[in-house]
């Protein structure tokens, strides 16, 4: 039996996010999506790594995320890396651009995903850079914590 093209169990992570900052809130958005978007989403051809969230005129948007055009589309087929609207509440956007206007902190994409009724979300999160010896301290957790797993199936 060969895997369906097209699936809705997608659930593309940013693990370099989890890498590079500190996520402090989660928000859960909606995304604008043009022509073909969906179906190479489907296919699981998007890549969250380099993407980033901004404001311009009490709008959200996400920059920097990298979705494949699809292989059958024609003319009609989408641009790659354009800059997409998330839709969010108000009061959320409210929230989310007195926390962008602090000091050191920013709004990364941590995770694309398919919804049980069938529509692309994009979970954001706000995030506090790291510094190299936060990272550290975070790589030497997760060795640790990867040994006591070991450990604990002996």
């Known amino acids: 039996m060969t895997k369906p093209r097209f699936s809705n169990d997608i659930n593309i992570k940013n693990r370099q996010a989890g890498y590079e900052y500190e996520l402090l809130d989660r928000y859960v ?85 398919i919804n049980d009724r069938g529509l692309a979300k994009i979970e954001i999160a706000v995030g506090r850079g790291k510094k190299l010896h936060d990272k550290r301290d975070t790589m030497r957790e997760r060795d640790a914590k990867r040994e006591l797993d070991r450990l604990k199936l002996k």
Do not use: W
């Open 29 to 113: 958005a909606g995304m604008v999506l043009r022509g073909t978007e969906i179906k190479s989403i489907r296919e699981g051809k998007v890549n969250l790594q380099d993407g980033y969230c901004y404001m311009n005129r009490g709008e959200l948007f996400v920059k920097g995320i990298t979705i494949t055009p699809y292989a059958q589309g024609t003319h009609y087929n989408h641009e790659a890396g354009r800059e997409r609207k998330l839709l969010l509440k108000r009061s959320e956007i409210k929230k989310l651009e007195g926390k962008m206007e602090e000091k050191g902190l920013t709004v990364v994409p941590t995770r694309l995903f």
